[in-house]
Each structure stands twice: as structure tokens, then as C-alpha cells.
């Protein structure tokens, strides 16, 4: 089942922050995030495994819940280049995984000036 | 150093025709993926596939075949295109020890 995110859009002015979220209804092992740029392939930018750690990468930064089975990814003091959309992908526990992700439905992030 | 690179970028379709998709990567992965990419749905899994010559099945695998020849490769077939396949296809790969994918850079097909 694929996870929820939310919200499903949010619009910031340089310099603002935002929170997004991503929820599952299975426990998870691990969890993605990736930026998609319009009309690009989506760029990797951290993985968070079981473990309830949290990861930074300048200034976006994510924590993983994996009692709560949620993940945040936090993005601060907000760039235009921060524009575009985020998914999360979700992994399951179990030997049999192989890596495979089920990706959220997106959040669409929207940086004006 | 490519990534990973998927032929060809564009393609439209008419009903009932045939097509491959080629995915090629050259950073030794052992773990390779297609999904489809639709409005508002997200990235669907259809077919993945652990190692050279093994496929199998993901969350949408109807009407798609996977072949995995050689490691570097993997290949996604439309047998007999229906304009529901109409989407974006990007293949994916990442090593064994759970790192993030590599995306190639996508198909956009169409199938009229």
C-alpha cells in the first residue's frame, strides 16, 4: 500500500521553512527521499533506515519514526533551487525486499522569491 | 561516468504495436527497476530484478515483460501497447547494501 504524504503542495518564500511528512500503514525498514525537478528523473537525497535516526544534507535534514511507521523530511531556510517534488519511498522489513520502494504520491514544493 | 541511461527519451505508439525500452547502467548494480510515473499516482514498481537472469513481478506488471540478459542491462517490453500504458517510464538502479537508486533520465510513451 502506498504511503501517504502530506501536504500535498506547499508554496515558501526564500528563506522560509517546511515540514513534509510521510506516513505508512506497514512497518517499515527504511525510508528514501527524492527530489524530482519538472520534465528530470528523480534525484536521491538521503535513505533512513530502522533505527529512529535522523540525517542531515545542508540544510535539509530527515527523521524516521519507525513505532509511529513516519518519516519527515525538513527543509530549512529555503532555496528557488529547493523548488520541485518530493517523494518518499518506503521499504518493508523482511529478507526479501531486494531494495524495492513504494513511493508516496509527491509534495509538490513551490519557492518564490 | 553515465549513470544510468535509457533509450529512447521519446516514443509514440499506435494500439496493438510492440516496443522495448533498453536501460543500461555502468555502476556495477546488482538490484535494477522499472516504474511508470503518472499524475498524481506517484512511482508504481512493475518489474525488478536482483541480478543477471533473474526477473520478477512488481505492483503493476500486467501487460509488461522484463529480461535481464547481461548485469548491465535491463530491458522492459510492451507486447501489445494500450493507450492505459501511456506514461512515463524510468528505470532505476542501486547496489545490494541498500543505498539510494540512480534514475536514468526517463521514457515519455505514448500510445494512441
Known amino acids: 500500500q502506498q504511503p501517504v504524504q502530506s501536504p500535498q503542495a506547499v508554496i515558501l518564500r526564500e528563506g522560509e521553512d517546511a515540514v513534509i511528512n510521510c506516513s505508512s500503514s506497514?512497518?517499515?525498514?527504511?525510508v528514501h527521499w527524492y527530489r524530482q525537478k519538472h520534465g528530470e528523473a528523480p534525484v536521491f537525497l538521503m535513505i533512513?533506515?530502522?533505527?529512529?535516526e535522523q540525517k542531515g544534507h545542508e540544510k535539509i535534514s530527515a527523521s524516521f519514526n519507525e513505532k509511529k511507521q513516519q518519516s519527515s523530511l525538513y527543509l530549512t531556510a529555503s532555496q528557488l533551487s529547493y523548488s520541485g517534488t518530493y517523494f518518499c519511498?518506503?521499504?518493508?522489513?523482511?529478507?526479501?525486499?531486494?531494495?524495492?520502494?513504494?513511493f508516496g504520491q509527491g509534495t509538490i514544493l513551490t519557492v518564490h522569491p | 561516468n553515465a549513470g544510468v541511461t535509457q533509450t529512447p527519451k521519446f516514443r509514440v505508439l499506435k494500439t496493438g504495436q510492440s516496443m522495448t525500452l533498453l536501460c543500461a547502467q555502468d555502476?556495477?548494480?546488482?538490484?535494477m527497476y522499472w516504474y511508470r510515473q503518472d499524475p498524481g499516482m506517484g512511482l508504481r514498481l512493475i518489474h525488478y530484478?536482483?541480478?543477471?537472469?533473474?526477473?520478477a513481478k512488481g505492483e503493476v506488471p500486467d501487460g509488461y515483460n522484463v529480461s535481464r540478459l547481461k548485469k548491465q542491462n535491463f530491458l522492459l517490453g510492451l507486447e501489445s501497447a494500450a493507450p492505459s500504458q501511456t506514461s512515463v517510464y524510468f528505470c532505476?538502479?542501486?547496489?545490494?547494501?541498500?543505498?539510494?537508486?540512480?534514475f536514468g533520465s526517463g521514457t515519455r510513451l505514448t500510445v494512441v
Open positions: 532505476a538502479s542501486s547496489a545490494r547494501d541498500r543505498r539510494g537508486y540512480t
Open positions: 506497514k512497518a517499515l525498514y527504511s
Open positions: 533512513l533506515l530502522k533505527g529512529g
Open positions: 519511498g518506503t521499504g518493508n522489513a523482511g529478507g526479501t525486499s531486494y531494495g524495492k520502494l513504494t
Open positions: 555502476m556495477n548494480h546488482e538490484y
Open positions: 530484478s536482483v541480478g543477471e537472469g533473474t526477473t
